[in-house]
């Protein structure tokens, strides 16, 4: 992580949660975090406990309702202004909205629209073109996915917030294939994990049900995520991660394994095709224990 030492980062969604512990982390790693949310506050004590723990880099709050596009807009212009501009993007804000298919509101798919599509695509947009206008040829863009953005489970409350992140898995796609027609050497990278405890669920049900939902089973937590956003950004300039799937073996359904496995045959033959090294990790966590699988190509 030392080169990105002194460099700028924004974490969207870095009030709680896997934003906040991707700021933290990245802050450890003496980078300058510019981190949004609306609730600014917990982002501002975040940034004390960064300063007391005396960690080298900073964290700067901003106040940003993701759903509305001038406030991005106004963000973006702030940074540039205050810290030259963007060298790495963290889309991880996101929610789910309990709003089956056959009888959910349309404000809560408008919503799930806005944040986890609409938002993660103006800011791409917003870093990749602050990184041009400073020649920044080794920047990063890191979308938080899903497993959710791999596979449908049968679970109505979730269904439209799948296709959000479906939405996530082609634009991280779309958006490789842009930066290489681009001949840039930025990279995008998706992120999925498995479960992770943080306020979604709470957010989503009510604080009972997450609660129950969490306790049953051993899930990853923001920690782990971090360390995955870590891990990408210290990968060397000839390699890509692409795709970092984060699964719960204990909850791993018959979909987790198909979808893994046609990832396996799908890059195995995509091999031939690209022109960039990347490397697949799928991180499985048994328990306690963690083991990984390492699968590097080329
Ligand atoms: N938790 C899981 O099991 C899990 C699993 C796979 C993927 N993910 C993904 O991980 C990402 C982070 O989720 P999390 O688990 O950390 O959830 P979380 O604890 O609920 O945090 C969500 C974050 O998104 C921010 N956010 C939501 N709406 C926003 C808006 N309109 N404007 C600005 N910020 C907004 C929230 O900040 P404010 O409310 O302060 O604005 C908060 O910081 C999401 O993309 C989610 O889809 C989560």
């Not at 679970?155 to 992140?165: E, N, P, Q, R």
């Not at 979808?259 to 490397?279: D, G, K, P, W, Y």
């Amino acid at each position: 992580m030392d080169r990105w030492r002194g460099r700028v980062a924004l974490v969207t969604g870095a009030s709680v949660g896997i934003g906040a512990a991707v700021a933290k982390e990245l802050v450890r790693h003496g980078m300058k975090v510019m981190g949004c949310a609306r609730d600014v506050e917990k982002i501002q004590k975040l940034a004390a406990e960064c300063q007391s723990a005396g960690h080298s880099g900073v964290l700067v709050p901003f106040k940003c309702d993701l759903s509305n596009e001038e406030e991005i807009l106004s963000m973006f212009a702030a940074i540039k202004e205050q810290h030259k501009g963007v060298d790495v993007c963290i889309n991880n804000a996101g929610l789910a909205h309990t709003e089956p298919l056959l009888s959910g509101k349309t404000s809560g798919w408008k919503n799930m629209l806005d944040v986890n599509v609409l938002a993660l695509s103006i800011c791409t947009r917003e870093a990749y073109q602050s990184m041009k206008e400073r020649n920044v040829d080794d920047g990063h863009i890191i979308n938080i996915n899903s497993m959710s953005g791999h596979r449908v489970i049968m679970l109505a409350d979730v269904h439209f917030y799948t296709a959000t992140k479906f939405a996530v898995t082609a634009l991280t796609e779309g958006l490789r294939h842009e930066l290489h027609e681009a001949n840039t050497h930025i990279r995008a990278t998706s992120i999925s994990p498995g479960l992770v405890v943080t306020e979604f669920a709470q957010r989503m049900y009510s604080a009972d049900k997450s609660a129950a939902a969490y306790s049953k089973i051993k899930c990853l937590e923001a920690i782990d995520v971090a360390n995955s956003v870590t891990y990408v950004l210290s990968a060397p300039p000839h390699v890509l991660v692409c795709d970092f799937f984060s699964c719960l073996i204990n909850t791993v359904t018959f979909l987790d394994f198909a979808f893994l496995f046609t990832v396996e045959i799908s890059c195995l033959f995509a091999h031939n095709q690209i022109t960039f090294n990347f490397r697949r990790i799928l991180f499985f966590q048994i328990g306690e224990v963690q083991m990984r699988s390492v699968e590097q190509l080329l």
